[in-house]
């Protein structure tokens, strides 16, 4: 299962250093969001800086549902979906792929948001370890989840507007609680922040759990 | 000897369409075998059927020794096929391509290239994205990962289409090869002339089911039966010298 997952996300690894999609367009993408809500609450500062976290994830969330749509057409394109059925490969080595494909994707996507809220919203970090480990406890969340509801929505006709649908309300508690830890992280309340942070870690364990195990028959039948 | 496609009564649906109504077929180890039909017989289902992609919902169907009814995952990886989809990533190489599938098929690192080598693919064209290649040599690159794979069965839906003169003699010269090598070949085409020379049995697929009977094939192609039962599969007599012509390795067939 771990050869298969590294092969698939090697190989999506190579796709967006062949394409770039990731650096030239959910990045930018990202970005602009990010101008966007300065412009939108520029007039008072001060409600941007007590905003940034819950618009740092927000712009997350966006960027989040572009690099899963790429990661899943990539793979309905051309009858890429049937040579994965017939390649052999472990379909849970396919899902930890491919989540971790996404995940590295939208790792280097907050890594840009964070340097983006630094020098736009003059955000002021507190609690490094915090923000980095629920950075990564979200993404795993997030890059979980929307694996299995980006090949859900792949087989189907209307992926493009069904994807959103399927995976914002889903993905919600992530949301809620990546703005909180962050929160606590840029105010230096770390201890209300650990607790978001568990949650957030059960939300990935659940997901890359079910994902393991669903993916296989998700692949199949959509 | 138990023979690779083993079909009793096998329907499949395509939604609530009984793309196959009650196929009765068998395919011999070593056989190539045409399949012949109008568009809409239901050949390409069969082959999918083959490969277990698509479920038999009702009779029997056994392909390497798997029981498709039961379980059709097990046959995947040991099936190639070639459909009308290009099955590789537009964005990577021909070389990225051809290295993923064959390590996703866990074969050696070499027969990769020997399979580019063998489809002509290995010089400048091997650093080409796929996106940037014209549909001959999107099949070949789809042939490559194919032979790189060693299937025990080849599936092939129109393998002739997009290619040119010597693409054709190509993949003609690689079936030989495949069936020399033990294994064996089911195709469809409608290159009518091409298919049966090489085929060494002709099995009519007529609106989702075998037609037995064929007359028009077996009075046109001598030594060409028309029944879906097995026959012993004739020799490839030309196979070596295919082997020869091309100058090189027979790659990457099992």
């Known amino acids: ?222 | 000897m138990e023979p690779v496609v083993h079909f009793r009564g096998a329907v499949s649906l395509l939604g609530r369409f009984p793309a196959l109504a009650g196929v009765d077929l068998d395919v011999a180890p070593g056989e190539i075998v045409l399949l012949q039909g109008p568009n809409g017989a239901g050949k390409t289902t069969l082959l999918r059927v083959c490969a277990g992609l698509v479920a038999v919902v009702a009779g029997s169907a056994r392909v390497l020794g798997v029981d498709l009814v039961a379980d059709r995952r097990p046959v995947r990886p040991r099936v190639g096929l070639l459909g009308h989809d290009s099955g590789l990533y537009d964005d990577l190489t021909v070389a990225d391509n051809v290295r993923f599938w064959a390590r996703a098929g866990k074969t050696a690192a070499g027969d990769a290239h020997a399979a580019m080598v063998r489809l002509g693919l290995d010089g400048r064209l091997a650093d080409v994205p796929v996106a940037r290649l014209s549909a001959g040599q999107r099949r070949r690159a789809s042939l490559a990962v194919m032979v790189a794979r060693r299937p025990e069965l080849w599936l092939l839906d129109e393998p002739h289409a997009a290619l040119d003169q010597e693409g054709r003699d190509l993949i003609d010269g690689l079936m030989r090869d495949a069936v020399a090598a033990g294994a064996t070949v089911l195709f469809a085409s409608h290159e009518q002339d091409r298919a049966t020379a090489i085929a060494h049995r002709v099995v009519a697929v007529t609106g989702g089911t075998v037609d037995a009977k064929l007359p028009a094939v077996e009075a046109a192609t001598p030594g060409v039966t028309a029944s879906g039962t097995p026959r012993p599969p004739a020799p490839a007599p030309d196979a070596a010298s295919e082997h020869r012509r091309q100058g090189g390795e027979v790659a990457g067939v099992a």
């Open chain 1, 1 to 222: 299962m771990l050869h298969d997952a590294l092969l698939v996300v090697g190989k999506d690894l190579r796709l967006e250093w062949r394409s770039r999609v990731t650096t030239n367009q959910v990045m930018p993408f990202a970005v602009l969001v990010l101008v966007l809500f300065a412009f939108a609450l520029d007039p008072d500062r001060r409600i941007l800086q007590e905003a940034t976290p819950g618009l740092f994830w927000m712009a997350v969330l966006f960027s989040a549902l572009l690099a899963i749509q790429r990661a899943f057409v990539l793979e309905s394109h051309d009858g890429v979906r049937d040579a994965l059925r017939l390649s052999g490969l472990d379909p849970a080595g396919i899902f930890l792929g491919k989540a971790a494909g996404i995940a590295v994707h939208l790792l280097a996507v907050e890594l840009v948001l964070g340097v983006g809220v630094t020098l736009f919203y003059g955000a002021h970090v507190g609690g490094p370890l915090l923000l980095i480990v629920t950075c990564l406890a979200a993404t795993a969340g997030l890059a979980a989840a929307g694996s299995l509801y980006g090949v859900l929505a792949a087989g189907l006709r209307l992926r493009e507007t069904l994807l959103p649908l399927l995976l914002l309300p889903v993905v919600a508690p992530v949301l809620i609680a990546a703005t909180q830890a962050f929160q606590a992280g840029f105010r230096q309340a770390s201890g209300e922040g650990w607790r978001w942070f568990g949650l957030l870690a059960i939300f990935a364990l659940i997901y890359t759990s079910i994902g393991i195990f669903a993916f296989d028959p998700l692949m199949e039948e959509s």
